[in-house]
């Protein structure tokens, strides 16, 4: 049994990985769908303050709260930023990172230094206060502002993550070129990390559940005497 950590992408909540929850669940795992503070259920909690390490205490938070050990952390878009963070502060309690079409931060990286101009101009689509970015039009009509200091706050870390089993799913589909190609490109030659590539819009728990259910499946077992 595992025990997984599910976090969205921007805008959005656990709710995004509700299919994946119970068939994961159904296999035996344990699962804790996250949702960051400020968003979804969650969005009362939205101040300016409201930033990366925020997001990435509401990961370690629950690690401590529920005495886990071993996690499999998994991150959607967004998510990769907040995922690599937590592993970097409770090496002790993560065993794999999985990045689903995801930004792979390093030390000083922010999410707006990753991404293109045009992701830029939408980030400063911003609510009337000024704290959060607008969800896209084409979003699910459950998704909320996303705090914009998380998305501007630079990652600090302490180490590196070559300790960790580390898998990136790359979305083959997109309609037009995916931002997330070069980075695909660069870590499918990188030996500390496996690859897979689906086909597949930027939303994977949405347009290829039964592919990335046998990815997940496949992450939870344990490492062979190589590591591997």
Request: hydrophobic share 40%.
């Amino acid at each position: 049994m595992a025990t997984f950590v599910l976090v969205p992408g921007m805008c959005h909540g656990g709710w995004s990985f509700a299919e994946l929850t119970e068939q994961l669940r159904g296999h035996g795992h344990r699962v804790h769908p996250l949702t960051l503070t400020g968003l979804g259920e969650r969005s009362h909690l939205l101040h300016g303050g409201v930033n990366l390490d925020t997001h990435i205490e509401d990961v370690t938070a629950l690690l401590a709260a529920e005495n886990v050990h071993d996690a499999v952390l998994v991150g959607h878009s967004y998510g990769g930023m907040v995922i690599t963070g937590a592993a970097d502060r409770m090496p002790g309690r993560v065993d794999r990172l999985v990045y689903l079409d995801a930004v792979v931060p390093a030390h000083g990286d922010s999410c707006w230094a990753l991404v293109s101009d045009q992701e830029r101009r939408w980030y400063l689509d911003v609510v009337d206060n000024g704290y959060a970015t607008r969800p896209l039009p084409f979003f699910d009509p459950r998704a909320t502002p996303h705090p914009l200091a998380s998305l501007l706050q630079p990652l600090r870390l302490s180490g590196d993550s070559t300790g960790f089993r580390r898998d990136y799913v790359y979305a083959a589909g997109w309609d037009g070129q995916s931002p997330f190609t070069p980075v695909y490109q660069r870590l499918r030659a990188d030996p500390g990390w496996t690859t897979h590539a689906l086909d597949s819009g930027h939303n994977l728990m949405r347009d290829a559940p039964g592919e990335l259910l046998k990815i997940l499946l496949d992450a939870a077992r344990p490492s062979t005497v190589d590591g591997t």
